[in-house]
């Protein structure tokens, strides 16, 4: 069974930084682009960024963009994303994916496989 498994959220105070992680199981997605969406209540979801199959690519959301870091561990099978200089905007669920393209993807329509996501609060 191929999973997703998101971690790392929780509650932060504007201007804090949390570190998201993404480990897949099941299958290995070193040949897939990976990206990290968002939900807030009430919005519809969100693309944050997105990383190429290599690592050498990536894409930002502009509301993140300067703050906010995609990596990826191969061999892991891990996907990162470093937040900082939080604000109570970027409070939402926030969910790991994974692309059936190596390249770069920004519509959630590229995205096959999706975790359970994992809860962002920022307190202000």
Same mark, same amino acid.
């Given at each position: 069974q191929v999973q997703l498994v998101e971690s790392g959220g929780g509650l932060v105070q504007a201007g804090g930084s949390l570190r998201l992680s993404c480990a897949a199981s099941? #299958? /290995?997605?070193?040949a *897939?682009?990976?990206g990290w969406f968002r939900q807030a209540p009430g919005k519809e979801r969100e693309i944050v960024a997105t990383i190429n199959w290599s690592g050498g690519t /990536? &894409? &930002?959301a502009d509301s993140v963009k300067g703050r906010f /870091?995609? +990596?990826r561990d191969n061999a892991e099978d891990t996907v990162y994303l470093q937040m900082? +200089?939080?604000k109570p905007e970027d409070t939402a669920v926030y969910y790991c994916?994974?692309? #059936?393209? #190596? *390249?770069?993807?920004t519509h959630l329509g590229h995205y096959d496989y999706w975790g359970r996501g994992t809860q962002v609060t920022v307190s202000s």
């Amino acid at each position: 069974q191929v999973q997703l498994v998101e971690s790392g959220g929780g509650l932060v105070q504007a201007g804090g930084s949390l570190r998201l992680s993404c480990a897949a199981s099941g #299958r /290995t997605f070193g040949a *897939n682009a990976m990206g990290w969406f968002r939900q807030a209540p009430g919005k519809e979801r969100e693309i944050v960024a997105t990383i190429n199959w290599s690592g050498g690519t /990536t &894409y &930002y959301a502009d509301s993140v963009k300067g703050r906010f /870091t995609i +990596s990826r561990d191969n061999a892991e099978d891990t996907v990162y994303l470093q937040m900082n +200089s939080l604000k109570p905007e970027d409070t939402a669920v926030y969910y790991c994916a994974a692309a #059936r393209f #190596r *390249n770069i993807m920004t519509h959630l329509g590229h995205y096959d496989y999706w975790g359970r996501g994992t809860q962002v609060t920022v307190s202000s």
